[in-house]
């Protein structure tokens, strides 16, 4: 992890992580081969506790802190710049 990746649960906080969740939970591909992977049931619609959970910390590990930092920095520029 570099200093621009928060680690959870400071990362709930950081609109880049955001982005990625979001980014996530719009990839049907990605949520099927997590259900499947996972034996989870996000694309049902009936998410269990749970499995956002693990959800969530996939999504940590997997997606945002594979990211360049220079993305990450990106993301949150973005982020900044549509709440002004």
Do not use: Q
Request: proline content about 6%; overall charge negative; aromatic content about 8%.
């Amino acid at each position: 992890m570099t200093a621009s990746h928060l680690p959870l649960p400071m990362a709930y906080a950081d609109p880049a992580f955001d982005a990625c969740i979001a980014v996530a939970l719009d990839t049907p591909e990605l949520i099927t081969e997590f259900d499947r992977l996972y034996g989870a049931d996000l694309m049902s619609g009936k998410v269990a506790e749970g499995d956002m959970r693990v959800f969530v910390n996939f999504v940590h590990r997997c997606l945002y802190l594979a990211l360049p930092d220079e993305s990450i920095h990106s993301m949150r520029r973005a982020a900044i710049a549509l709440a002004a």
